[in-house]
C-alpha cells in the first residue's frame, strides 16, 4: 500500500511541475557555401589526400571507349537507355545458369548523357554511380503484360528482347521474341535488385517466383561492355513505341 501511494505521489509531482511548451517564434538564416569558404580548408588534410587523388582521378580519366554520336536520353526511347539495356541483357544470358528472355532498366537510372567522343571511366561512374546489382527474375506473361501497362501509362522505360505498342496510354501489343506474349507461360527478366523491389511504378515485377542473385554490379558490367565494344553506337528502333 505504501509503494502505491508513493508512486501516485512521484507521478502528481511530475505532473504539477511539467509546464506547456510552445512556439512563440522562429528565424532562419542562409549560409552560403561556395569558394569563401577555401580559407577553411584543412591543408594538412588536402596534402596527405592529394596522393591518393591523384590516382583516382588518373583511373577515372582512363579511356575505354568512344561515341562517335552523341548518345542522349529521353522518354520515352533513347539511344543511350537501349544500349544500358542491351548491355545487361548480354550480360545476364552471359552469366545466368538458365536462359534470359528479356531485360528491363529504368529511364530514371540514367543519370546522364554520353557526349560524342572518349568515353572514360568516369563516363560510366557517372552513368550508374549507384550500387545496384544485376538479377534474373521468373514471370507469368500476365505479369509482364501488367508490367507493359505501367510503361505505356508512365512514358515508357528501358527494355530488349521484347517490343511494347502503346495508343493514348494503352497497351495495344507485346511480343518477347518476335512473339505475342502469353499469359500463362514464364518469362526470365534481367533487371536491377532495385526494380525487383518494385520501384518506379514497377509493382509487378515483386511478384516473381524466382528470383536469381549474379552478386554482380551492374556498373561493373557497363565498363566490361564498353571495354568489350569499343566504339559505342546505339539508336531508336521503336522497341518501346508509345503513341
Known sequence: MRRVIALWVIAASLCAC??????VGCSTEAIVVDASADSIQDRDYLLALAPIKEVMEREMSEQLGYAPERLWVGGPECPLLNWATDALWDAAKRLSPKPVDIAI???GGMRCEWPAGPITRQSVFELMPFDNRLVVL???GSDILDLCESFAKYGGQGVAGMRVTAVDGKLAD???GGKPVNSKTDYTVATSDYL???ADHMDALTRYSELWNSDCLIRELY???VQS???I???VDKRMNLL
Open 105 to 107: 532498366v529504368n529511364m
Open 138 to 140: 521468373t514471370l507469368t
Open 174 to 176: 507485346v511480343t518477347i
Open 223 to 225: 565498363l566490361d561492355a
Open 196 to 198: 525487383s523491389g518494385g
Open 229 to 231: 565494344q569499343d566504339t
Open 18 to 23: 511539467h509546464r506547456q511548451v510552445r512556439i
Open 233 to 235: 553506337r546505339a539508336r
